[in-house]
């Protein structure tokens, strides 16, 4: 009364559903009033880590199981041995405690799968940074955590708030009132969730801007999370059922505010990059502006003739000496031609299944052809080099002069922090088959990805310099990788600009058989073709020209 605003009511269903006025009321919730902690942790485990040959674990479960000599966590290691540090005077309270811990366990599992598994959780708990017990039980214990990913489906999403959200000028979280923040995070991100996302939003009703985690289980969940405002859009005019008014279901939130959550906020960079370890976060001296003591060479310094490679086609060569670690056509990196993950699904998908649409393969072939695939923002994305680059051709038995980013080269009397980012691996070392093929060539740490291109599950899915930076490193950060000599012809190592294990796999084939002299490049295999038929046609016209002057 008085005058005042009346509050709003966030359960108020009344607009949105005949049935009841209220989101409790409504038949499609099945409210619970239960120690949700508990609860999870009574029903659901996390994957059993079976680590021998043709486990179904994936390869980020199969580390936090300690499948591939990581440390296993606390809460999947047996304890038996604990008994033996308490004193005999204590026998009694032991056994029971172990009484009561065997009730406990025959309880969890009568539960264990009675219940389906989640597509989204929503944890909504006491703020992290709140300095009591209870936020240690919530965001410190690897159980409980644990329960909540075996509780999603394998497509699953976990939402978590996670209290006030940085400024630029805060120290690391991990010494600060935010070190539960920083566990909870490290630890989600070991679970086996492939992509993390953090947003903020400052409609919460608070007096700051609140930031919130997305944990994903699946990687696909980058093709939703990356849509562009009218996929959205359409998204939500499919899914979201209209009100008796007519008015917009969600106050909020659209396509619009969707892409102001796609990337991390400044802040969220700068205290991440402040983490204390050495090295410094995956990055972090890497994507964050190009040095601007590296000199760059732009596209005039290079011609496009002739390879010196039998059955290549053309190559990039310089005009002039390039030293080591500087940089290699910036200008025209930034000017990529990119299609994206929406845009390679259609297509392939198009001349696949329809045959008037086979001509959208030559366009595919474009792209695989020249370009480089990156799996960055998702799956089955292309960047294709707007000039002379684009005929760069791959460097057989090792011999790539060029590359992208890696860690900062201390001491370095050129300052330059570009090396060669190639593991000392190439074509004629692995054998395509080998299960380990992505590790030897991208690490177990996945930082031999040029352009990105590391293997799912092989980088940190919490990452806010990749994705803040999507589209620098996307377009490449490429810099030679030793001193080119004037008239030189440029090489890269294509097994980097693969995104898959298969393609990786496929790429050591082609690469070997082309090395040897065996085979001969997409690019140049589709042009020969196209003069075959070129020829074949025009033999045709001289035929039926002739044809019809014995005719006449």
Known sequence: ??????????????????????????????????????????????????????????????????????????????????????????????????????????????????????????????????????????????????????????????????????????????????????????????????????YEESRCGFEESWSFLVACKSYDCRNQWYSSEAEIAAEMHRRILPTKSGDPALKYFDGATMKSYQNPTKAWETVYCRRPTDPMPEGCDLYRGLDPRARNFDSRAFEVRESSVQGAGRGTFVKEDVPKGSMIMQDEAVKKVHLGHRSTTLMTGYYEKMEEAEDLFDLYSYFEGYGVEDDNVAYAEYYVDSGSAAFVNHGCNGTSNMGGLTAKVKGDPAHARYTNNVRHVDETSLDPASDDLASLVFGKDGDGGSGGSSMVGAFNPFNPVRDRHLPAIGGGYDVATRDIAKGEELFSNYMLYEASVEGLSDAVRELGAQCRGEEVGRVKAEEVEWENEKRADAATVTAAAAAAKVVS
């Not at 980020?60 to 290691?77: F, H």
């Not at 009694?92 to 599992?109: K, M, T, V």
């Not at 923040?181 to 630890?187: E, G, H, Q, S, T």
């Open 1 to 198: 009364g008085g005058g005042e605003e009346e509050e709003e009511d966030d359960n108020d269903n009344s607009d949105k559903n005949e049935e009841a006025d209220s989101c409790f009321e409504d038949s499609r919730t099945d409210l619970m009033c239960r120690d949700a902690l508990a609860w999870f942790m009574d029903r659901f485990e996390y994957p059993a880590c079976d680590c021998g040959e043709g486990s179904a674990l994936k390869q980020r479960e199969r580390a936090y199981c300690g499948c591939d000599g990581e440390d296993t966590p606390k809460s999947l290691q047996h304890d038996d041995d604990d008994d033996d540090e308490d004193s005999s005077d204590d026998d009694d309270e032991d056994d029971e405690e172990d009484s009561s811990d065997e009730e406990n366990q025959d309880e969890r599992d009568r539960l264990r799968g009675t219940e389906e598994p989640f597509d989204v959780i929503v944890m909504d708990a006491l703020d992290p940074q709140e300095n009591v017990d209870f936020a240690d039980v919530l965001y410190r214990n690897a159980a409980f955590l644990e329960s909540l990913y075996g509780g999603l489906t394998d497509d699953g999403v976990l939402v978590m708030q996670l209290g006030m959200s940085p400024y630029g000028k805060n120290a690391a979280e991990e010494v600060t009132y935010n070190e539960n923040r920083a566990a909870v995070m490290d630890l989600t991100s070991r679970l086996g969730f492939e992509s993390m996302h953090v």
